[in-house]
C-alpha cells in the first residue's frame, strides 16, 4: 500500500486531494502547523505530521513514496523543493525514484481567445496573470529536477464547491448584501466573463489519477497537467446564487483592482487533452450555475 505526503494538506485543495487519496486506499500523511488542523486531518482519516518544511529531511516518514505539494508557497518553496530533492538523491540506486507533484495553476497561460493546450509552451503566446508572474520560474525548477525525483505539475482552474473556495470572491459580495439587505451588490467582471473551472472534488479525482500512474506520467517529454472541468459564463453563476440566498437587490459589475482580481478574470479556449486523453478523466460533479441550489446551500451552512 503506498503512503503519501501532503503539504497543504488541510488547504481547499490538499484536504479534497488527501481524502480522495484515502479513500482510495493510500495511506496518507498531512503536514499540520496547528493543533487545529492536526484535528481536522485526523477527524478525516490523515495522519497528522507536524516538522519545518525547511528541515522536511529530518521528519519524513522513511514510507513515504510520493510528495505532493498543495501549498502554494512563494517564498519557501526553493527550500521545500531542495528538502524534497535531498530525499530523492538520498534513495538507493535500486529503489524507485521518489514522486513529487507540484500543484501550480492556469492563470500562469494568461489570457487568450486562441487554443491553448498543454503544449503550448508558457509566455509563448501570451503572458501569465500578474498575481502568478513567479509561477512559469516555479515550475522550471520542478521540472528540473526529474534526475532525482519523479516529478508531475498539477494546473488547477478556478475551485468551486463547499464553501466557495476562491469563488467567494464573487459569492462573498452577494451573501454580504443579502445580509445587509444593501439595495446592490457589486461583481469583480462583467455578466460574459468567461470562467474555466473545476469542482473541488472532480480534481481530488484527477489527483488520484496522477497518482497512480505517476511514473508513467513522469517519464514523459513534458510531465504537466491542466485540470479544467469547464467554463461558464460569470452572470448566470451570481444570478442563480442571488435567486438561492434570497437577494432580491441589483447586482453590478466592476473592473478588476488587484492582481487577484485580475487573476480571477482570465480567460481561457481551453480543453485539458492529458487529464481526458491518457488518464481517462472526466469531470462528474454538476456545473456550478446549474447546481446553485446545492453549491448555494453548502456555502451558506459553512459560512453561517
Known sequence: MSTILIIGATGFIGLPVATA??????????HARTPE???????NEILPIEGEVAKLSEW????????????????GFTVLLEQVKK????????DPKLGFIYTSGMWVHGSSTNHISEATPLESQTVPANVVAWRPAVEHQVLAAHDVL????????ILYGGNGTICKLWLDAIYMAAKENAPTATIVGTPTTRVTLIHKDDLADLFVKIVDQLTIL???TYPVIDAAGHQEDLGPIVNEFSKAIGFKGKLEYREAESPFEEGMLTGLNFRPNKARGLLQWEPRQIPFAQGMQIYAESYKALKD
Open 150 to 157: 519523479d516529478v508531475v505539475i498539477v494546473r488547477p482552474s
Open 21 to 30: 487519496l484515502r479513500r482510495t486506499g493510500y495511506i496518507v500523511y498531512g
Open 37 to 43: 488542523k492536526a484535528r481536522l486531518l485526523a477527524q
Open 60 to 75: 519524513i516518514p522513511k514510507t513515504v513514496e510520493t510528495v505532493i505539494d498543495t501549498s502554494g508557497l512563494f517564498k
Open 218 to 220: 513522469s517519464a514523459s
Open 87 to 94: 530525499i530523492g538523491a538520498g534513495r538507493k540506486p535500486t
